[in-house]
């Protein structure tokens, strides 16, 4: 199975920061790669496809970037409903693999 | 409006076996590919398992494989997990995730894939 890691585990960032996050996988998987944000007590919500891809309705601050085995998350000016966890998700093959996810709290 | 409603989660002792079911409701539930995600108490999440469409092609996490077994009724438009000689570790909120194509302008699939619909979870507890 292909292993997916990211980092930071997690950070603390304050209103306006730009923020990004990290993943990797173990081998490559083109653009196959989705990122979730989850809130507590929620269920993950989509952010961005296909590496890079925003899901339509989620606000332009987000963005997707990489290809291969290096992506990135950025949030361009967190606002306060971004303090959340994020994963990465391939799903070039099954089975697909999470990140372990990286918290973005508050500073 | 696309629903996704999980149930059939509750305290099962190790060894035992438990049923899941996802009810879809507005999107034409055949058409698509159908995920089961969990996550664990305090934990990250897990793909465990998905089916296509049709039901004829399966896939398992190797945690579960062996123990789980997906299936689908297209015309009750209905998901399940067959979950069978469950461990501790199996305890978490099991999610239902509906996994959708992009298609371009024309129409035509991009084979852009993603987890567009989620249900709200349901908690299997395994605890003697």
């Known amino acids: 199975a292909i292993q997916m890691t990211q980092s930071p585990s997690s950070l603390s960032a304050s209103v306006g920061d730009r923020v990004t996050i990290t993943c990797r996988a173990s081998?490559?998987?083109?653009?196959?790669l989705g990122w979730y944000q989850q809130k507590p007590g929620r269920p993950p919500k989509l952010l961005i496809f296909?590496?890079?891809s925003l899901q339509t309705g989620v606000p332009s601050r987000f963005s997707g970037s990489g290809s291969g085995t290096h992506f990135t998350l950025t949030i361009s000016s967190l606002q306060p409903e971004d303090f959340a966890t994020y994963y990465c998700l391939q799903d070039y093959n099954y089975p697909f693999t999470f990140g372990p996810g990286t918290k973005v709290d508050i500073k | 409006e696309e629903q996704l409603l999980e149930s059939g989660g509750t305290l099962a002792q190790p060894g035992g076996s438990l049923r899941l079911s996802c009810a879809g409701s507005?999107?034409?539930?055949?058409?698509?590919?159908m995920s089961w995600v969990r996550q664990a108490p305090g934990k990250g999440l897990e793909w465990v398992s998905a089916?296509?469409?049709?039901?004829?092609?399966?896939h398992y996490a190797d945690s579960v494989k062996g123990r789980f077994t997906i299936s689908r009724d297209n015309p009750e438009n209905t998901l399940y997990l067959q979950m069978n000689n469950l461990r501790v570790e199996d305890t978490a909120v099991y999610y239902c995730?509906?996994?959708?194509?992009?298609?371009?302008?024309?129409?035509?699939?991009?084979?852009?894939?993603?987890?567009?619909?989620w249900g709200r979870g349901t908690l299997v507890s395994v605890s003697s």
């Open positions: 507005g999107f034409t539930f055949r058409n698509y590919d």
């Open positions: 296909a590496a890079s």
């Open positions: 995730a509906k996994r959708e194509n992009q298609y371009d302008s024309r129409g035509y699939p991009t084979e852009k894939w993603y987890f567009d619909l």
């Open positions: 089916i296509s469409g049709s039901g004829g092609r399966t």
């Open positions: 081998q490559g998987i083109r653009s196959d």
